[in-house]
Every structure is written in structure tokens, then in C-alpha cells.
């Protein structure tokens, strides 16, 4: 549990650094990196507590105060529906309204209503944003995090490769969504890190589709894009088969999109920049006559939360980090027609690249027989 002190301690050493008297973190993830804990509290407050002098403490709906209890090293306390959450936080901290001159917030994500309860009862503070702070202890994850997107990967491959045994013709989308989610609960995983998508024929060529009552047919690509929770980390995948038999114009998208993800994948390592990652993807596809019908970055950054920084697009000039870690996830997608999507989660290491996911990407055309 030392990782989780270590971290509330660069925190506060920020703090004191920039003067800031008290830090209120609210967003679940941000929450579970200090504190060990993650929660949903749906329109309840939820937090992270650091003064500047003090104690840090976690305060979640009482509901949650058992289940938070041990979960990491700060004390725990609870609010009931009918408090007021930032009243329990000014009584929990025992420091005078006036003793709170600059409070950091994350300000993307707490809400105005909470932000006008905090100005009345700490008049006079200003705010400072936390975000880029927390953003920057999260870029480069540490060994321990790691090990936990390891096996969050190693069931993420496991659940394509169940989804992959699911197919055959005449089963709906949604079907086989509910197979896979079923098996990934079985495999230990605390929960989806998305909605899974199994999208079959011209559905493959949405993006952002939604499995529906589309059934598969012979000939049809069918895309597969899942993400595992385990022990809080995130995994997200992608893979796309063909079915029963793939045309020549599937195996042509099919292998471009391969081509430009091992590209992406060759360019990683420390002091090459994001937008570097993308363009090596995007110059794949352009070539191949396809470069109007990949209409996305090539990835994003993961961690506690499925999609946080780097966001890799060819606009971000951030240079990677060792322990930086996201997805690459070039694709190509012809409306009316489909699509094929392929990616994997990557680690940049002290001198290249480790590749988290390891379900095989060559074509895979599953046999009706």
C-alpha cells in the first residue's frame, strides 16, 4: 500500500510548492489512484481530501464507507443523503474558514453546484485546477501498475478468443456480446471498461457502433472491441475476422490496417512524439488508397481509466515517457461495406516498445464447416 502514501506525498509536495491550503479530488479515477478506492457515486459526492495541514482522508456516501474501509492507507468518512457533503468536509478538516486561501479542484469535472457551495463556505479562497498535476503522476505508470494492465490484457485476449468461438451464422450482435461479458466475469474480471462492441458486415464500418440484432452471414468482417477491468486498470482491444470466407477487397483492408498498426507499434520508444505514432499509422493506410476512411487518432492513453493521456493524434507533440502506456488502433471503414479495426495496448520501456496484447493478428477466417 506504500505506492498509494508515496502518491498523496508528491501531491502535498505540490501543494506546498504552489502555496495551495487544500486539494479536493472528486473524479473516480484520480480518486482511486490516491486512495485505492473506486466507486461510482452517481450524483453523490465522492473525494479525495489533502490539506495543506492535515491528515488526507477520503469522503463517499456512507453506503460506500464499509466497502472503501482498508482499501488503502487513508481514514475513511461518510456522508448520508441528507447532508450536506461539503459541510462534512469542512467539519472533517477542523481548520477555519479563513486558513483556506488557495483550494485546487479538478475543475473539468466538479461541478458548478459544489464549486458554489465551496466559495460559500470558504470565502475568499481562489482555485487552482489539480488536473495537470494528477495528469502528470499518471502519465508514467510504475511496476506495480503494470503488472495489473499485464493480466487485464492476458483476459482481454482471452475474451476475443471466446468471442471468436461465438461466431456463427445466423446469430445476432447482441447475442454474442452477452456470451462474451458473461465469460469475462467468469475470468475474474470486476467489470467491462466499456459497452463491448461485436459488430458484424456494414455495422463494422462504425466506429463507435452498437451491437444490435444484425445477424452474421457468410462473407461478413466482424469486429470485436472489448476492454477488461482488473484490480482497477483498464485493457482494450480490438480484432477483426472474416466469415466463413473474406473477398479480396477484405483481405486488402484487412492487411492495410494490419500494416499500419505493427508500423505505429515499430515507431514507439522514449523521445518520439504521439503525433509521430499517429502519422506513421496514417501514412500506411494513405498509401494503400485508404486514407479518407480512417477518421480517428490512432490511440489513446489507458490506465484507471479507459481512455486518459497521451491522446495520440497527430496534432500532439508530447514526447513519450517510459511507462507511458496506450492503444494503437488504426482502421479502415467503407460505409454500407465494413470495416477493420486491430488494436493492442503498448508500453513504452526504458529503450522501445512492450505490447501488452498478444491475440494474433494475421486474418482469421472462421470455419462454418
Not at 483556506?100 to 473539468?108: D, H, N, P, S, V
Not at 508500453?347 to 494474433?360: A, C, F, K, M
Request: hydrophobic share 40%; net charge negative.
Amino acid at each position: 500500500m506504500n505506492y498509494y502514501r508515496e502518491r498523496v506525498a508528491k501531491l502535498a509536495a505540490w501543494m506546498e510548492e504552489t502555496h495551495v491550503d487544500l486539494t479536493i479530488v472528486t473524479s473516480p479515477g484520480n480518486v482511486m489512484y490516491l486512495s485505492g478506492f473506486y466507486g461510482n457515486p452517481h450524483e453523490r459526492f465522492m473525494g479525495v481530501i489533502v490539506p495543506r495541514q492535515g491528515e488526507p482522508f477520503l469522503l463517499l456516501p456512507a453506503l460506500d464507507r464499509d466497502k472503501a474501509a482498508g482499501k488503502g492507507t487513508m481514514p475513511v468518512y461518510g456522508h448520508s443523503d441528507t447532508d450536506q457533503p461539503i459541510d462534512v468536509l469542512r467539519q472533517a478538516l477542523e481548520l477555519k474558514a479563513e486558513d483556506m486561501q488557495k483550494i485546487a479542484i479538478e475543475k473539468t469535472h466538479l461541478t458548478v453546484s459544489r464549486l458554489e457551495q465551496l466559495e460559500a463556505d470558504f470565502p475568499g479562497a481562489v482555485y487552482a485546477n489539480a488536473e495537470d498535476r494528477l495528469l502528470t503522476m499518471r502519465l508514467q505508470k510504475d511496476p506495480h501498475e503494470i503488472a495489473i494492465m499485464r493480466r487485464a490484457a492476458k483476459l482481454a485476449d482471452e475474451a476475443v478468443r471466446f468471442a471468436a468461438a461465438q461466431i456463427s451464422v445466423g446469430r445476432r450482435e447482441y447475442e454474442i456480446v452477452q456470451a462474451v461479458e458473461s465469460f469475462a466475469r467468469q475470468q475474474g474480471a470486476e467489470r467491462m471498461a466499456f459497452e463491448t462492441m461485436v459488430l458484424a458486415g456494414e455495422n463494422s464500418a462504425l466506429p463507435h457502433g452498437v451491437p444490435g440484432m444484425r445477424e452474421i452471414r457468410r462473407g461478413d468482417l466482424v469486429l470485436f472491441d472489448l476492454g477488461i477491468v482488473w484490480e482497477g486498470y483498464c485493457s482494450d482491444i480490438t480484432r477483426t475476422v472474416a466469415v466463413g470466407e473474406a473477398s479480396d477487397a477484405q483481405r486488402q483492408i484487412y492487411e492495410a490496417v494490419r500494416a499500419a498498426n505493427q508500423a505505429a507499434i515499430e515507431q514507439v520508444r522514449p523521445g518520439v512524439t504521439a503525433a509521430e505514432i499517429d502519422r506513421a499509422a496514417r501514412e500506411v493506410i494513405a498509401d494503400a488508397g485508404y486514407g479518407d476512411y480512417f477518421s480517428h487518432r490512432v490511440g489513446h492513453g489507458l490506465g484507471i481509466d479507459v481512455h486518459e493521456a497521451p491522446s495520440m493524434h497527430g496534432q500532439n507533440g508530447q514526447i513519450l515517457l517510459p511507462g507511458m502506456t496506450f492503444t494503437i488502433e488504426p482502421g479502415i471503414y467503407l460505409p454500407g461495406v465494413g470495416g477493420v479495426r486491430i488494436e493492442d495496448d503498448v508500453r513504452v520501456t526504458d529503450s522501445g516498445v512492450e505490447v501488452l496484447t498478444g491475440y494474433p493478428k494475421e486474418l482469421q477466417i472462421i470455419d462454418l464447416a
